[in-house]
T-cell receptor, first 112, second 117 residues
């Protein structure tokens, strides 16, 4: 079945550092891929998504590119802020109408 | 617009007791999901409803967990009897229509944090 694997955390960075959180997927067919973010005390929110190979999702300075050849969807940001401190979840969704499959989450902590 | 509402926010019970969680999805959303998020792990789907029908409950431990969405709007998830390993955050999510494209956006509630002692 479908699954998502993302890098273990926590990731600790200084403000303005470059961020990469790795995510790889296994799936039958071509899933849609997502990054969700969970800020402290809040619910999960969609950060960005990509629905087909070579698509790039972007939002709030974050980017991720759907790479079919490496089955990856790594999250990147060129300059992180303290306010980016949160837990980030990579997720996939296969056939129409099926539920999201989540990775275990990566905690990001950014200090000033 | 109002988001997905869940209650209670926190619940502490002893093992073998019963507990129920409530979810009110965004108005007009046909699809409702219950996820279980154990500390340090990603959310795991328990059950998916399309209106008042069950689409996927393959990962729901049916010997102790039950869920219903009788009128196709709000939903309750029950655990009876609870075990220590049920300690988790229970998330409810909704989307406009589950049968649409694979990029259908899910909206999540803040969750109910359950501690089983």
């Amino acid at each position: 079945g479908n699954s998502v694997t993302q890098m273990e955390g926590p990731v600790t960075l200084s403000e303005e550092a470059f961020l990469t959180i790795n995510c790889t997927y296994t799936a039958t067919g071509y899933p849609s891929l997502f990054w969700y973010v969970q800020y402290p005390g809040e619910g999960l929110q969609l950060l960005l998504k990509a629905t087909k190979a070579d698509d790039k999702g972007s939002n709030k300075g974050f980017e991720a590119t759907y790479r079919k050849e490496t089955t990856s969807f790594h999250l990147e940001k060129g300059s992180v802020q303290v306010s980016d401190s949160a837990v980030y979840f990579c997720a996939s969704r296969g056939q129409a109408g099926t539920a999201l499959i989540f990775g275990k989450g990566t905690t990001l902590s950014v200090s000033s | 617009e109002a988001g997905v509402a869940q209650s209670p926010r926190y619940k502490i019970i002893e093992k073998r007791q019963s507990v129920a969680f409530w979810c009110n999805p965004i108005s007009g959303h046909a699809t409702l999901y219950w996820y279980q998020q154990i500390l340090g792990q990603g959310p795991k789907l328990l059950i998916q409803f399309q209106n008042n029908g069950v689409v996927d409950d393959s990962q729901l431990p049916k010997d102790r967990f039950s869920a219903e969405r009788l009128k196709g709007v709000d939903s309750t998830l029950k655990i009876q009897p609870a075990k220590l390993e049920d300690s988790a955050v229970y998330l409810c999510a909704s989307s406009l229509a589950g049968g649409g494209g694979t990029n259908e956006k899910l909206f999540f509630g803040s969750g109910t944090q359950l501690s089983v002692l």
